[in-house]
């Protein structure tokens, strides 16, 4: 795909459910009692991933457009698939299912694609372990496929986590819900909080303390209706977008402000972009607002290390586009966690950025981006990576000369529309 420089992004716009709220309605649902309702989830790959690994285990989940109603089977009514369970290139769905899957009193399998079977499941292969999971993978348990032998009798623990890692401490809250006695999760640094939110919603017995997150077991969980808010990670392409393309106005409507998601804007923000927050107000447990960006003339740089590495992790693709275009040197580190995602997401960004003439130094856990204004034609790899595709479509929006995207295709994985809806506030 070849990108041409853009003028300027104007206009108002609705993006698709939050991934990863959509991703954990849609398995609590599936365990509920009843028949629930689904509105604006995500229409992502990922999310359809979910979708059919659930109906796999006999949730009945029937999907038009962005809705979808499903009628759960109840906490202890999943059904031994009689096929492989396919995660597709989510790493949510493998992770979250695993720790329910761990807790049944059948045999199952999970996989994905030739990406996900790449990606670490010893960080919950470990836990789930001491709980009394039996769980094999691949390579010493290092990775997919993993074979599940459930165990209707785990037990429940006190558990410090190595890293920051949504998708590790909901598997091991899921399988708490399971568990004999109470299950404790410690976060070295708050990670997104949507399992947690979800289950205080729904009324089932949790407690969060600081970085600590404690679950009782659970007898069941009712139904519901759950409206989900636009997603922060895909609205960060376009706040960037419209920050860096000075005459530039876009507002997005209807966007999960969760603090633990919202990094992004408090980056941006430090760097002296014109940010507003406008409608704020509270639903199903979420905050949501909207999001009205103006395009700014100069960019500070940025340090990003530390805590607030969780609650950016998958912006830092997209804050690295920004660092190019800032007035200075921007750092990023403590950001190991880039290695082990679709792709490594520190490679592939600084692959890009210096196929456009970007001067940037690779970090073990990181960069440091030298900014500028001027570029060359760069010719891109994504590496198969959905974030790497989007963040450099922007870059190549905003820079002077464009550039060249060998593969788009992974963008479906979370954002289908996403082209589709840059390119109608592009010079509108």
Same mark, same amino acid.
């Given at each position: 795909m070849k990108v041409l420089p853009a003028k300027f992004l104007k206009g108002e716009i609705n993006l698709p459910g939050d991934k990863s709220i959509t991703h954990r309605a849609i398995i609590f649902a599936? #365990?509920?009692?009843?028949?629930?309702l689904i509105e604006n989830m995500g229409l992502g790959e990922d999310n359809k991933s979910t979708i059919n690994v659930?109906?796999?285990?006999?949730?009945?989940?029937?999907?038009?457009?962005?809705?979808?109603?499903?009628?759960?089977?109840?906490?202890?009514?999943?059904?031994?698939?009689?096929?492989?369970?396919?995660a597709g290139n989510s790493g949510t769905t493998i992770r979250i299912a695993t720790g329910i899957l761990s807790a049944q009193n059948f045999f199952s399998v999970i996989s994905g694609d030739k990406y996900l079977v790449k990606r670490p499941m010893k960080r919950i292969i470990e836990p789930l372990s001491m709980m009394g999971a039996q769980i094999i993978g691949r390579n010493n348990n290092s990775f997919p496929p993993l074979a599940i032998i459930g165990n209707e009798k785990l037990r429940g623990i006190n558990y410090s986590l190595k890293i920051a890692s949504a998708q590790?401490?909901?598997?091991?809250?899921?399988?708490?819900?399971?568990?004999?006695?109470?299950?404790?999760?410690?976060?070295?640094?708050?990670?997104?909080?949507?399992?947690?939110? #979800?289950?205080?919603?729904?009324?089932?017995?949790?407690?969060?303390?600081?970085?600590?997150?404690?679950?009782?077991?659970?007898?069941?969980?009712?139904?519901?209706?759950?409206?989900?808010?636009?997603?922060?990670?895909?609205?960060?392409?376009f706040i960037v977008a419209a920050t860096l393309l000075k005459d530039s106005f876009v507002i997005i409507k209807n966007v999960s402000l969760n603090d633990t998601r919202t990094g992004i804007i408090d980056v941006l923000t430090n760097m002296g972009a014109n940010i507003k927050i406008a409608n704020k107000r509270n639903e199903c447990g979420e905050p949501v607002g909207d999001i009205v960006v103006n395009g700014v003339d100069t960019l500070k740089p940025f340090v990003i290390k530390g805590d607030i590495i969780p609650r950016v992790i998958d912006e830092i693709p997209i804050l690295a586009v920004a660092g190019s275009f800032a007035n200075g040197v921007s750092i990023i580190d403590n950001a190991e966690e880039l290695r082990v995602k679709e792709s490594?997401?520190?490679?592939?960004?600084?692959?890009?950025?210096?196929?456009?003439?970007?001067?940037?130094e690779e970090l073990p856990a990181g960069m440091?981006?030298?900014?500028?204004?001027?570029?060359?034609?760069?010719?891109?790899?994504t590496f198969g990576d959905h974030r790497i595709a989007m963040a450099f479509y922007v870059f190549g929006i905003c820079s002077d000369k464009g550039l060249e995207l060998d593969d788009v295709s992974s963008v479906k994985i979370s954002f289908p529309d996403f082209f589709k809806i840059m390119e109608s506030l592009i010079n509108a």
């Open positions: 599936s #365990l509920s009692e009843g028949k629930c659930f109906r796999n285990l006999g949730a009945k989940i029937s999907r038009i457009k962005s809705k979808c109603i499903i009628e759960g089977v109840g906490i202890r009514g999943l059904k031994e698939p009689s096929c492989v369970l396919d590790v401490k909901s598997s091991i809250l899921m399988a708490g819900m399971y568990a004999e006695g109470e299950t404790i999760v410690t976060e070295p640094a708050k990670s997104r909080d949507h399992t947690e939110r #979800l289950m205080e919603h729904l009324g089932i017995p949790i407690k969060v303390i600081d970085k600590t997150i404690k679950i009782s077991p659970v007898d069941k969980i009712p139904s519901f209706r759950l409206v989900v808010p636009g997603d922060i990670s895909s609205a960060a392409f490594d997401r520190i490679k592939s960004m600084i692959e890009g950025l210096r196929s456009s003439g970007v001067h940037v440091v981006i030298h900014g500028k204004r001027s570029f060359k034609y760069g010719k891109v790899k």
